[in-house]
């Protein structure tokens, strides 16, 4: 005969074997890590930091093989760490979904799963969160550059970390638009050329605004020096005006 204290035993060992089985999932978040300039997948529990903005890719990696389930349904929570999760700012249902972080500070990404049977019982899956961690902007304007084709400081190339607004232009002397920079370009550079033709050493203006991923505008005006060392003769440069 049971008692109930056993009859309570041999229940919680039911459920916790069922548990055992449904949670199948193997959740992943996903994203290019710009700090270590390779593709990083985190699991339940870990940690990363990176600047923004951050493209990540959450997955829930569901299998119900061999589980007695036969559909489940997923919620991804999105939140401040120091908020907590019932302060998520963004909630979704699909199995992968994808979201961009740009704004410093931690977040914390969690995946909860509903199982359910053919006989419509049901169990639920929680997984540890994530943690993602969005870094302080910085950006800095060299002073100038020699694009001489010795493989040294030949580009302008600004240095920067989670800025997620850039927009730039490079003036000559007589207010010319030699060049724009944006994020999509900036990490290319400007070689300082022309239509394929080197300007003239000397001096040029920058003309720049960006915003970081803590809310800080940063509006540069400076010159730029450009000096590579030859000797420019009318052929060899483009037209300054």
Not at 7 to 15: C, E, I, K, S, V
Not at 120 to 131: A, G
Not at 200 to 217: F, M, P, Q, T, V
């Amino acid at each position: 005969m049971f008692t109930l204290k056993r009859l309570l035993l041999l229940y919680a060992l039911a459920m916790t074997t069922l548990l055992s089985q449904a949670q199948t999932a193997y959740p992943t978040v996903t994203f290019y890590s710009k700090t270590d300039k390779t593709d990083v997948s985190l699991s339940p529990g870990e940690e990363k930091t990176d600047p923004a903005p951050l493209d990540i890719t959450c997955s829930a990696n569901v299998d119900l093989q061999g589980t007695g389930y036969t559909n489940y349904t997923c919620e991804w929570r999105i939140y401040n760490s120091d908020q907590g999760i019932q302060s998520a700012f963004l909630t979704r249902y699909d199995e992968e979904i994808t979201y961009t972080l740009t704004n410093a500070g931690g977040y914390g990404i969690k995946l909860f799963i509903t199982f359910v049977n053919s006989t419509n019982d049901s169990i639920e899956y929680e997984c540890e969160p994530f943690k993602v961690v969005i870094s302080e902007s910085k950006l800095v304007c060299p002073d100038g550059f020699s694009p001489n084709d010795d493989d040294i400081n030949d580009k302008y190339l600004i240095e920067y970390e989670s800025i997620v607004e850039l927009e730039g232009q490079i003036f000559n002397r007589w207010g010319k638009k030699l060049y724009t920079l944006t994020l999509e370009n900036v990490d290319a550079g400007w070689d300082g050329k022309i239509n394929g033709k080197p300007v003239r050493d000397g001096i040029y203006l920058l003309n720049l605004h960006a915003r970081g991923s803590e809310g800080i505008e940063y509006k540069i005006k400076k010159v730029i020096n450009v000096l590579k060392g030859k000797k420019d003769t009318a052929d060899s440069v483009a037209p300054e005006s």
